[in-house]
Structure formats: C-alpha cells, structure tokens
C-alpha cells in the first residue's frame, strides 16, 4: 500500500481513537461522587463477617454452586478465578453451565470445553443451585440467561454478580431496590438503570438480602475466600487462602482509586493508536495447570491492547480445577507468555503486572491495572 494511504488511515484510526477517548471521559467522567475512604480494620472485618453470615447454606445437603457463562463470551477471570478457588475449597458441588453445552469462548483471551446447558443442570437440580456466580458476559441481556436466572432466583438460589457481572444481575430484575457495586466504569450504567438501586463505595463486595456483587475483576478471589469460609468454616478458607497467597479477604476497597481522567483517558487513546503494533503470543498450557495463575496472566497481557494470547498444546488440556482448556501447538517462533511456577497463584498478577511494565511502560501497567481494578499487591518484580 502507498505510503500517504497507510498515512490517511492511521491518522483517521487515531481521530476515532481521539473520539472513543472523549466519550469515554463524558461517559464515566463523575456521575457517582464518591465520598472520602476512610479505612477502618475492625470496620472492614465486621462487614465480612456479616457477609459471611447472609451468605452460610440455607439447605442441609451439600451445596451446589452454578458458575454461569454465555457460550459466545464471558470474562476469563470472572469465570475461571471463582471456579477454580471453589472447586480448590472441595466445600460444594461447583459445576458450570450455559445457554449451550460444550465450548464457551473467554475473553479477552482463551477457551473452555464440555460446559453443561440449563436443561441438563435443571433436571439434575430440579430445586435449584444454592449459589450462582454470574460473570461479566458479552451480552449482559441474552434471554434464555435472563431466564434462567430468575428461575434460580426464585428457587431460592443467592446471586452472586461478578464485576460487571452486576449487569447480567440487574437485567434479570435482581438489583431493583437494593445496594451494590460492580466494575468502576458500570456504576453509572447501573444507576441509570435501575433507578432505585444504591451504590456502596470503598467495598469490594456486599450483599442485600439474597444478591452479592463485587467490584472489578480482581474482587472476585476475596469475595469466593469469604463464600468458602460461609460454608465450610474460617480454617478452610484460611487454609485455601494460604494455598492462593492471599493474606486478607476483607471487603476493603478504595474506590477513588479508580475512574477516568484527562492523563488515562489519552493512554487509552495511545493503546488504541498502537494498532498496527499487536502481536499473538502463546501460553504453554499443560494438564494440571493451576487455573488462577494462567487466569491473571492471559487477562493482563491481553488488557495491554498489544497482545492476544493464545493457549498452546498438542490438544485439549485439563486444567487443575477439572475444566477442559482449547489449545493447538502454536507456530514457531512464537513469543511466550512468562509465568512463574514458584510463585502462588494470587501472586502472577503483581509479576505479570511488573513485566508489562518493563516491556510496555509503566503508563500501559497502570492501564491494565485500572481496568482490573486493582491497585496492587506484593511487590514480585525483583528476579
């Protein structure tokens, strides 16, 4: 292609870019006034106990826990984080479910096999899940996930909204009336929305009488750490958290921390502009692979806009939770997305953070991080 045409193109993509930039600061720029944070240990620790106790088993059989997801799209860590600390706790039944049976594809990266439909869930539960963990989906309005929803809703099940999750819970009518949070950039969506719904800053979950919500994506590993303490006791979630590298799983949250402004609205703008830049990367995936730790990783490298990642292996793969993972050999030559066995698993996101920061800069990092809402960990950067 001549040279001023790849010029005119680039410049045009770049005036979009500018364009999606100011409707994204008009869009989330302060409908929600947030209030100082003002954080308070002993505060922190009765709200989780409180949550802990309207979230303790209503029935005396072992529960089960539906992780639902939209087989055209559902959030990776959303889905595979609560899973996989969930099936770790061995405190329920924990099985996933669909629309359809089979292959669900994650995004922004990677995919799952041999997920079960409603009908076959419905007729092994015909009372119901006890618990359902509702995922940000790439559709927060499909019909037949409205549907089931307010079936189990109605059977007795408590909702659980994961980050936008919140969406896909209030389109089946269950944030009408009642306090919640959800990802930073949906809180005026939801509002809007539902009108008499009221949003909770400065904590990364809460619950109003049988509805969860969280904040963004990271949120959901402390709010699974506190349904496996409701249902199988303090040491077991002490235990698990142990195993994940998690050393509190109070609700504490600043939520000032995270919103839009002139300075991360033009980094967007600049991740946007870097097109022409993206590269595919591979993930050596391998039977028994811990779900957190590829989880934490495929999302962030994905979140930087210059990377898809790609699981590579002979074929199917069985992670560490039971869930099938898609994978094909990937070409060679490829680029290798880093992880590290020896850490925990909570622990490869403060590393892979760390990494894109040294490849891409410290402003992509912070990117990523807002978009994870996420305001750090440990510091794992030194070799």
């Not at 692979?289 to 934490?296: E, V």
Request: hydrophobic share 45%.
């Amino acid at each position: 292609m001549p040279i001023g045409k790849t010029a005119g193109r680039m410049r045009a993509l770049i005036a979009i870019a500018i364009v999606l930039c100011i409707s994204v600061i008009a869009s989330c720029g302060g409908g929600v006034q947030l209030p100082p944070a003002h954080p308070d240990a002993a505060a922190a620790e009765q709200q989780k106990q409180a949550f802990v106790e309207a979230l303790k088993p209503s029935r005396p059989d072992r529960p089960v826990i539906a992780i639902l997801a939209l087989n055209e799209g559902t959030e990776i860590t959303d889905f595979l984080l609560p899973h996989a600390v969930l099936t770790r706790a061995g405190v329920a039944d924990v099985e996933p479910v669909a629309p359809r049976r089979g292959r669900v594809s994650l995004y922004p990266a990677l995919q799952i096999e041999g997920v079960q439909d409603f009908s076959t869930f419905d007729q092994a539960h015909p009372t119901g899940a006890d618990y359902v963990i509702v995922p940000a989906l790439l559709d927060d309005n499909d019909p037949a996930v409205t549907a089931w929803l307010n079936q189990q809703a109605e059977r007795g099940a408590r909702i659980i909204g994961i980050c936008a999750g919140a969406l896909v819970v209030g389109r089946a009518g269950l944030l009408d009336g009642r306090q919640f949070v959800t990802h930073w950039y949906y809180r005026d969506t939801v509002l809007d929305r539902h009108p008499g719904a009221v949003y909770v800053p400065h904590q990364r979950y809460v619950i109003d009488g049988d509805v969860a919500t969280t904040t963004g994506v990271t949120a959901s590993v402390p709010t699974m750490l506190a349904l496996v303490e409701a249902i199988g006791g303090p040491e077991k979630a002490q235990a698990v958290a142990a195993e994940l590298g998690v050393e509190s799983w109070t609700p504490v949250h600043d939520s000032s921390l995270f919103g839009l402004n002139a300075g991360r609205a033009w980094n967007y703008v600049l991740t946007k502009a870097a097109f022409w830049r993206h590269e595919r990367w591979k993930v050596d995936v391998y039977d028994g692979m811990d779900d957190i730790a590829l989880a934490f990783a495929a999302d962030a490298w994905s979140r930087t806009g210059r990377v898809s990642v790609d699981a590579s292996a002979a074929g199917r793969v069985k992670l560490r939770s039971g869930l099938e993972l898609v994978a094909q050999p990937a070409a060679q030559g490829t680029p290798a997305v880093p992880l590290a066995p020896a850490l925990k698993p909570v622990q490869q996101l403060d590393r892979t953070l760390c990494e894109i920061g040294e490849r891409f800069g410290e402003a992509r990092r912070e990117w990523v991080m807002l978009e994870l809402e996420y305001a750090g960990g440990s510091d794992t950067c030194a070799p």
